[in-house]
């Protein structure tokens, strides 16, 4: 039982520099989530997703973009890194009845220099 | 906009003590409130998940509770260990008709450690 898998689980890029973070889920989940997890900031919404097809910005969606063109894949786009991206990327997903709980990916940390 | 908010920041106890961790939440338009553990460098761990119409779950030692008419949850730790150490986030989806529908926000979190 896999539930939620990100990758890669570690990344070092350079400033300007673009990556993709992909999460894959096989709960058939239709809500996709990004986080991003900062010292003294908490865990804030970046963009998520109710379905295959479509996104929505969340709390702190600049300098991002996603895409959900698969029901169980949900990835997250930096055009151009800046040290300011720096953080752990957690990815969630959960059904739209929200009868259980989210699940959350092992997260992402990622480092620009 | 919804608002989480967990009291204390940190705490710091002796091994076998009971202890409580608590949660308010501003808007009370909620599908449920789930609990989390974070240990240093890792992922959430979910604990407990408390829908609206329920009042509390229990699993081992861990019990929460939902108090949503005024916004407040809590999560009792009965006779606490060293391996209880971690940072404990509490966190509400928002429902229909409420500022945050369909999202997951949390609180700052309570940095819990037990000492032998």
């Known amino acids: 039982n896999a539930g939620v898998t990100q990758t890669p689980k570690f990344r070092v890029l350079k400033t300007g520099q673009s990556m993709t973070l992909l999460c894959a889920q096989d709960?058939?989940?239709?809500?996709m989530y990004w986080y991003r997890q900062d010292p003294g900031m908490g865990l804030r919404l970046i963009h998520y997703s109710v379905g295959e097809g479509t996104t929505a910005k969340g709390e702190v969606p600049d300098g991002y973009n996603v895409s959900r063109l698969k029901k169980q894949n949900f990835l997250l786009g930096l055009e151009s890194a800046a040290p300011s991206q720096t953080s752990v990327y957690f990815c969630?997903?959960?059904?739209?009845?929200?009868?259980?709980?989210?699940?959350f990916g092992s997260g992402t940390r990622l480092t620009v220099v | 906009k919804q608002e989480v908010t967990q009291i204390p920041a940190a705490l710091s106890v002796p091994e076998g003590e009971n202890l409580v961790l608590n949660c308010s939440f501003t808007d009370s338009a909620i599908y449920n409130l789930q609990w989390f553990r974070q240990d240093p460098g890792k992922g959430l761990t979910s604990l407990l998940l408390?829908?609206?119409?329920?009042r509390e779950q229990t699993s081992g030692r861990l019990n929460a509770s939902l108090d949503k008419s005024s916004g407040r949850s809590t999560l009792y730790i009965a006779a606490s260990q060293p391996g209880d150490s971690a940072t404990y986030l509490c966190?509400?989806?928002?429902?229909?008709?409420?500022?945050?529908?369909?999202?997951?926000?949390f609180g700052q979190g309570t940095i819990l450690t037990v000492h032998p």
């Open positions: 408390i829908q609206s119409s329920q």
């Open positions: 966190a509400v989806t928002g429902s229909a008709g409420g500022t945050s529908y369909g999202k997951l926000t």
């Open positions: 709960m058939n989940h239709e809500y």
């Open positions: 969630a997903s959960q059904t739209r009845t929200f009868v259980g709980g989210y699940t």
